[in-house]
């Protein structure tokens, strides 16, 4: 008579931790700007500065770096709200008794945005424009690191204004490694991407809905 074989067990569903909603306020609305002063850099190197050329080009040039400083600030914003949803991630862990000592750190939460950003995530940057968001992400952590308020334009060199993302990079490379870090498990986190005007609507919405129903607190209902 044949044996039966006992049945496998079955694997325990790993718990996926839903993070806080990162919330980014526009960041796309200086795009076209930027755009039109990277044709300006295009333009300036085609320029020969002889005769009244060379008026020309230092037009193009004081527009060139007008873009980059408008790109550091726009960067700089990102960044502040990066490194807000950072600091609400750590909370998330220090409340999470599973996460609690697993020694996880802002850096461990930041290259999960960068590096193995959420495939819903990722549609919806891509949905608004932002196709290299992962470049976009790393360097606005890098020039919150380096700023703590947005740097008047005057105190920036020509100099780091023209090559600031390489500024940037180095930094957020620091910044990285300045700590030991584990790597979030792929899978095991998500989280949601929200423009600030559309989740303020989804708020009113859900306070809204609220008061019209049983009138419980909205925040019950979340």
Known sequence: MRKEEPMPESTPAVQQHQLPPLILHPFTDASSSVRALEDAKSAAQQLHLDGGALSRAEQLRKRLLEGRYAELRMLFFVGKDVFRWLGQCMDYTQRTESLRSRGLAEQSFAEFLISDTPDEVAAKLRRWGV???ARIFARSIGIQAQFREPPPREILSAEYLRDYYRFADYSYTCWKESVKFPLLAAGDFSFCLYASGEY?????????AAENGDGRNPDAAR
Do not use: G, P
């Open 131 to 133: 196709l290299d968001y």
């Open 200 to 208: 303020a609507k989804m708020l009113e919405q859900q306070w809204s």
